[in-house]
T-cell receptor
Framework: DARVTQTPRHKVTEMGQEVTMRCQPI?????VFWYRQTMMQGLELLAY????????DSGMPKDRFSAEMPDATLATLKIQPSEPRDSAVYFC???????????FGSGTRLTVV | AQSVTQPDIHITVSEGASLELRCNYS??????LFWYVQSPGQGLQLLLK??????LVQGIKGFEAEFKRSQSSFNLRKPSVHWSDAAEYFC???????????FGTGTRLKVLA
């Protein structure tokens, strides 16, 4: 089965450090999402790309978060500087905009100390 | 306001027993409805989806869901639960022409041997 690959799976970093999370969407999928999952907030949509163009990043704290898709095989989510409240599991998902069926990666568990 | 409610935070059933997980939605447009399952440490996996047509939808792993417009519900069912079904289940709603899901807060299923 085709998979969405996320790296790293786990990341522990100190407050103030830059964090980069990577996602390799399924080949041929034209839609990519970044979600954040916490116990308190559940699943939150951070960013949405279609055909590599960012169409919605209203869920991201703009001052510290940035999301890009430099090519069709790579999506990145950066946090600079990181803060303890950013500790969460970050999921990438890809799929078809037309079918609205999305495949999620296994996530990056981020801990900021 | 658009919303998805999963009234049960936790459900415990015995292996072999039947299961019903509840999902209610409030959505102005014609909804697209989804159920996802998340095993510990994993991403979300699509179980089934409803766009239109037959209101009883069959999914993977023996799950089914029924769309009831009059009750604004899309409950997930399984006739006989297996220990491997222990996971968290998320209901989500979207609509044609949009890209965002609205996720429910999830129901954590525990299966007793």
């Amino acid at each position: 089965d085709a998979r969405v690959t996320q790296t790293p799976r786990h990341k522990v970093t100190e407050m103030g450090q830059e964090v980069t999370m990577r996602c390799q969407p399924i080949l041929g999928h034209n839609t990519v999402f970044w979600y954040r999952q916490t116990m308190m907030q559940g699943l939150e949509l951070l960013a949405y790309f279609r055909n590599r163009a960012p169409l919605d990043d209203s869920g991201m704290p703009k001052d510290r978060f940035s999301a890009e898709m430099p090519d069709a095989t790579l999506a990145t989510l950066k946090i600079q500087p990181s803060e303890p409240r950013d500790s969460a599991v970050y999921f990438c998902a890809s799929g078809s905009y037309l079918t609205m069926s999305y495949t999620f990666g296994s996530g990056t568990r981020l801990t900021v100390v | 306001a658009q919303s998805v409610t999963q009234p049960d935070i936790h459900i415990t059933v015995s292996e072999g027993a039947s299961l019903e997980l509840r999902c209610n939605y409030s959505y102005g447009a014609t909804p697209y409805l989804f159920w996802y399952v998340q095993s510990p440490g994993q991403g979300l996996q699509l179980l089934l989806k409803y766009f239109s047509g037959d209101t009883l939808v069959q999914g993977i792993k023996g799950f089914e869901a029924e769309f009831k417009r009059s009750q604004s519900s899309f409950n997930l069912r399984k006739p006989s639960v297996h220990w491997s079904d222990a996971a968290e289940y998320f209901c989500a709603v979207g609509a044609q022409g949009t890209y965002k899901y609205i996720f429910g807060t999830g129901t954590r299923l525990k299966v007793l041997a």
